[in-house]
């Protein structure tokens, strides 16, 4: 046995983690979903706004595809960026659906487009290299700007601006150090989304700064809702060889547990896409061999099934927009995609809730309406700029459930109590 040689001291103890473990938060999206999941579990009557993924089962010829593959022996290992089939099924679909000039070298397939985020940041960042987000932003963001050892460069962007970011906001925060714009349209947790002529404005600014690749990450392009439809920025001409276009199965097709997700990179003859799947060969080899088929399945045969859901969605985003435009002193835009509402709290801060809790910020006001009336929101703190004064809801659940959520939401904030009152009421318990 050696131990540590004379003069040299040990300055961590065994078990220590690093700073760059330390330094990251655990996902507050994915926290409140357990949350809710535990809490179901013991019986308790809880709405469920938190969790970000479709309430639905995944289409039953999609699973097909995948337990015919698996009881066929489609058991081995998978080349790291999927296969060929898989591959060229991807790229067919952003030609067809999305008018991205790509074919199947320029795909890449990973565990979910949560990693397929991580791993375009990985590719692309040196430390330092500035990362621009709008935000309110998706809470998975930053953590991985910080992981890649980016700087991350905010650009908040209010409620009244459908929190979009304009042209000039863009041109503003733009320096030679950058070297990302991260754009998530339809937005996880606006639930607002770019008109084509707003992204083709916004390209218009990235022509003038020929280093900047935007990563877009589109993984909602399907559940729109308002008059227009998604553009992808890697469509236009100008910007085909500068954008790392994201996607994945989760949320149209309902298969958020099977984790899959993809990226397109026609620019440098693939080269981001062969720095992913680098990363990924030493990482997770390549996602499971046997969902393969089904990811060919869904994409060749899967339209009709998404615009079914789609059109739930649609009649919810309308359902739980008018009722929260019924709550006093809260503002909201439109959902016109993902399905997500994001509305302004911040008019019940400084208040008194009915069970006698101070309510001074988004995180206050999703406690105390949890204990108090059993439904869950999400904080609007994690999702950064303008986000600490809204709550995040999702409406990936039914009609009754959003209406009997709303409505206890609706008397609660009917009893809170304002500032003033309290302090005058000599029997406040306010602390
Ligand atoms: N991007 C955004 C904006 C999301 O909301 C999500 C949902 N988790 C993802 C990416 C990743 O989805 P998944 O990893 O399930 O493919
Ligand atoms: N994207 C979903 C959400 O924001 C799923 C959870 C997560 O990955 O953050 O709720």
Not at 2 to 29: C, N, W, Y
Request: with cysteine; net charge negative; hydrophobic share 40%.
């Amino acid at each position: 046995m050696r131990g540590p040689r004379a003069g040299m001291e040990v300055h961590f103890l065994a078990m220590d983690v690093s700073r760059r473990a330390k330094q990251i938060p655990p996902s507050s999206t994915l926290a409140i979903t357990a949350k809710v999941r535990a809490m179901k579990a013991e019986g308790k009557d809880v709405i469920g706004f938190g969790a970000g993924e479709p309430d639905f089962t995944t289409p039953a010829f999609i699973s097909e595809a995948a337990t015919d593959a698996l009881h066929d022996g489609m058991t081995h290992y998978v080349p790291t960026p999927g296969t060929p089939e898989v591959r060229e099924a991807i790229a067919a679909k952003l030609r067809d659906e999305n008018g991205i000039d790509c074919d199947a070298s320029h795909i890449t397939v990973n565990n979910g487009a949560k990693f397929t985020v991580f791993l375009a940041l990985q590719a692309l960042l040196d430390p330092g290299q500035e990362v621009i987000l709008p935000t309110p932003a998706w809470v998975s963001y930053k953590p991985m700007i910080d992981l890649a050892g980016g700087t991350l460069v905010e650009v908040p962007c209010e409620g009244a601006q459908d929190f979009k970011m304009t042209p000039d906001q863009l041109e503003a925060v733009i320096t030679p150090a950058t070297r990302v714009l991260l754009m998530n349209s339809p937005s996880n947790p606006c639930g607002t989304m770019y008109s084509p002529d707003e992204v083709r404005a916004i390209a218009e600014v990235l022509e003038r700064h020929e280093q900047v690749v935007v990563v877009s990450d589109e993984i909602y392009e399907r559940l729109v809702y308002g008059d227009e439809p998604n553009l992808s920025m890697g469509s236009l001409p100008s910007m085909r060889d500068r954008v790392v276009t994201i996607n994945g199965l989760s949320k149209a097709y309902a298969m958020t547990g099977w984790r899959i997700g993809y990226a397109c990179a026609p620019g440098g003859d693939g080269a981001v896409i062969k720095a992913m799947n680098k990363l990924q060969s030493q990482m997770t080899s390549s996602i499971t061999s046997f969902t393969m088929p089904a990811v060919v399945a869904a994409l060749t045969e899967g339209a009709e099934e998404v615009e079914r859901m789609r059109r739930i969605f649609a009649g919810r985003a309308s359902l739980i927009h008018e009722l929260v435009k019924q709550w006093a002193g809260v503002t909201c835009p439109r959902p016109t995609g993902a399905f997500y509402i994001f509305p302004d709290i911040s008019s019940t801060f400084g208040s008194t809730s009915p069970g006698g809790r101070r309510i001074d910020s988004a995180l206050d006001f999703a406690e105390a309406l949890l204990d108090e009336t059993g439904v869950a929101v999400v904080p609007g703190e994690d999702f950064l700029g303008p986000g600490p004064r809204h709550i995040r809801m999702s409406f990936a659940t039914s009609e009754e459930q959003i209406a009997e959520g709303c409505g206890r939401i609706r008397e609660w904030l009917g009893q809170l109590a304002p500032d003033e009152a309290v302090a005058s009421s000599p029997s406040s318990t306010a602390h």
